[in-house]
């Protein structure tokens, strides 16, 4: 099993949609929890840190289940722009382990 | 200017050659990191260093080595280049603790025939 696991889509929804990606996790350790947003062929980066009281910002919210070790991100308002690839990210820290990078979910936003 | 460089952005090459790839940051963060990154498969740590002296392997280091020149230059090697090496590879760089965020370069896209 993958220690990250994502739905790879694609997500097809039109503009103004809501949408919502689920993340699973398998090591109950992991303690700081991320998504990254990856445009095709560039750098992915940071689009917000997870939070275990949820939080948003804008149309985004992510929101963490520990006890189900799964999380999840909300779209509101589907713009054009947020079509790219969403990477669902853990890091367990213990010992000195970076990142473990889920494989992403890919969104297509239409007109 | 962009604050993680990559060099080269492009690189094709044969079975066995020797390859470098160049990663500099102007951000003066002390932790630098490589990953490859593979359809289907994601983002995979390759190596990573908190600071010049310490360099540390990551879950696919079989086949590659790093070089950790200054704070601001991270090095990887393909020591003898094997096809299934062909990836698109990333920099990475970052402050210390748990919540901070990693920066990455623009990438390199490896094809080793």
């Known amino acids: 099993r993958k220690e990250v696991e994502q739905d790879p889509g694609p997500f097809n929804v039109p503009e103004g949609a809501t949408v919502a990606f689920n993340c699973t996790y398998s090591?109950?350790?992991?303690?700081?929890f991320f998504w990254y947003r990856q445009d095709c062929r560039k750098e992915p980066k940071l689009l917000m840190s997870v939070y275990s009281s949820g939080n948003e910002d804008g149309r985004f919210t992510a929101q963490l289940n520990r006890a189900s070790q799964y999380i999840s991100l909300l779209i509101r308002d589907s713009k054009l722009s947020d079509s790219a690839t969403y990477l669902c990210?853990?890091?367990?820290?213990?010992?000195?382990?970076?990142?473990?990078f889920g494989s992403g979910t890919r969104l297509q936003v239409q007109p | 200017d962009a604050d993680v460089t990559q060099t080269p952005r492009n690189r094709i090459t044969k079975t066995g050659k020797r390859i470098m790839l160049e990663c500099s940051q102007t951000?003066?963060?002390?932790?630098m990191y490589w990953y490859r990154q593979d359809p289907g498969l994601g983002l995979r740590l390759i190596y990573y260093s908190f600071d010049v002296k310490d360099i540390n392997k990551g879950e696919i280091s079989d086949g590659y080595s790093v070089s950790r020149q200054a704070q601001a230059k991270f090095s990887l090697s393909l020591e003898s280049a094997i096809p299934n090496q062909t990836a698109l590879y990333f920099c990475a760089t970052s402050e210390g603790g748990t919540y901070n965020e990693q920066f990455f370069g623009p990438g390199t896209r490896l094809t080793v025939l």
């Open positions: 951000k003066g963060h002390d932790r």
């Open positions: 990210v853990v890091n367990r820290n213990t010992g000195r382990r970076a990142l473990t």
């Open positions: 090591n109950s350790a992991s303690q700081s």
